[in-house]
């Protein structure tokens, strides 16, 4: 993460925004009670836009990085294979609420 305002840090429990909001949401344990529905809603869709990533960028070696080890996170493999997600209005809790 390059910059971010105040509002945005707010979203995180340690009120600092991650490195990288992909493997944040993907990966950290703390993600599922940021991103309401993550199970139902967010998971699923990151993973489609993941894999959409690596296809139409298969040189971009963090994107393969992460779709990698998505595919061996008890969570998100069982996610990987079930259907698309046509959802894309996701939510978001604030730390501070």
Known sequence: MIASHL????LFPSGE?????WRWSLFAPD???VLI?????WASRLLTDL????????????????HARSTHDPRLE???SGPVRE?????CRCATQ
């Open 17 to 21: 925004p991650p490195v990288n909001l």
């Open 7 to 10: 509002a945005f840090a707010a």
């Open 51 to 66: 894999k959409l990533a690596c296809f139409l960028t298969p040189q971009d070696t963090a994107m393969r990085h992460l």
């Open 87 to 91: 959802s894309a209005a996701p939510l």
């Open 78 to 80: 069982r996610k990987s």
């Open 37 to 41: 529905g993550w199970e139902s809603r």
């Open 31 to 33: 993600a599922p009670e």
